[in-house]
């Protein structure tokens, strides 16, 4: 749920907690720049033109505009990521010096991705992450300054929206892995069967180069002499002699 921090003259600040992983709320939401339209209000289009060596985004194009007021601005962006503090910055300006013309002077949103104070994640547990965002709008005329404060809180319903993003992204992500684990379970399962067939089939051909290396057995046929034969033999001598 958001809870209101502050605000003043054309800036206001949120924070918000989510029980979703930090990673997931900083990487695949703060930094998704084209999907910025689906929850910042005021952005109608939005786009990535430069990247940084780790990938994040450092240059973006945006269109920024309120239809109601007949508004519609498209200018380069600064973009600023620090993983490591968790924070993406974003500002209206760029080596174009049609960036800093228009009925907006400044436009600046915030996000501060961080561990929520207290929560420690461990056995599985999932870790709360708490989002900061801040929003700076400033027109050149006073006239919208004054009817911008007059609108709904900006910035509170840039979080719900922005909440709604990051349930979504987190439902992705975890589609994605639970596909990721029934793809190497099977693989790990074939890798395990050819392993097994392997093994069968090198047992098969020992087995036979064993029995190949057996000598035949000879076949021996022993003659007894019969007891009987030899007195007959004497007889049968004495009486032809």
């Not at 915030?110 to 700076?136: C, D, H, R, Y």
């Not at 400033?138 to 979080?159: C, G, H, I, M, W």
């Not at 975890?174 to 029934?182: E, S, T």
Request: proline share 5%.
């Amino acid at each position: 749920m958001a809870r209101s921090t502050g605000s003043d003259r054309g800036m206001t600040m949120h924070r918000l907690s989510i029980y979703i992983r930090q990673s997931v709320v900083f990487e695949s939401a703060a930094t998704d720049i084209p999907a910025y339209s689906s929850f910042l209000s005021l952005v109608q289009s939005s786009a990535v033109t430069s990247k940084d060596s780790h990938g994040l985004p450092k240059a973006a194009k945006l269109n920024v505009g309120y239809p109601r007021f007949g508004i519609e601005e498209e200018w380069p962006c600064r973009v600023t990521c620090d993983k490591t503090a968790g924070s993406v910055k974003i500002v209206k300006g760029g080596s174009n010096p049609e960036a800093n013309e228009g009925v907006l002077e400044e436009w600046m949103i915030l996000w501060k991705v961080q561990p929520s104070p207290g929560i420690a994640a461990g056995n599985g547990a999932i870790k709360m992450a708490e989002v900061e965002f801040t929003v700076e709008v400033k027109f050149r005329s006073n006239f919208y300054d004054q009817t911008f404060a007059l609108l709904p809180n900006l910035s509170e319903r840039v979080l719900t929206r922005f909440e709604n993003r990051v349930m979504e992204v987190d439902q992705a992500e975890r589609k994605k892995r639970v596909a990721m684990l029934k793809e190497k379970a099977k693989l790990a399962a074939a890798q395990r069967e050819k392993a097994k067939e392997e093994t069968a089939k090198k047992e098969s051909a020992k087995q036979s180069q064993s029995s190949a290396k057996i000598p035949p057995k000879k076949l021996e046929v022993r003659v007894k002499s019969n007891g009987a034969a030899g007195p007959a033999l004497a007889s049968s001598k004495k009486a032809s002699g």
